[in-house]
């Protein structure tokens, strides 16, 4: 008794098919976000503190690097 796998369609005429055009469309857009997201906190959480260490390098005065790691 071997079993059939059925392959059909389940979208209904020439209005369905637009539909699962923007249910991808919508599946896409939210794959990407997250993605960007997901991303985005990466280089968020990377690069905040060397970002704050150049803004300190290059104001007036001109503190020294240790100057700027130290808490004092």
Not at 44 to 58: A, D, E, Q, R
Request: net charge positive; charged share 20%; with cysteine.
């Amino acid at each position: 008794m071997a079993s059939r796998v059925s392959l059909k369609s389940k979208a209904k005429g020439g209005k369905g098919s637009k539909g699962l055009d923007e249910k991808s469309t919508a599946q896409c857009l939210k794959e990407w976000s997250t993605w960007a997201l997901k991303k985005a906190k990466v280089v968020t959480h990377y690069g905040f503190i060397p970002l704050v260490i150049i803004i300190g390098m290059n104001s007036d005065p001109k503190p020294q690097l240790y100057q700027l790691l130290s808490p004092v």
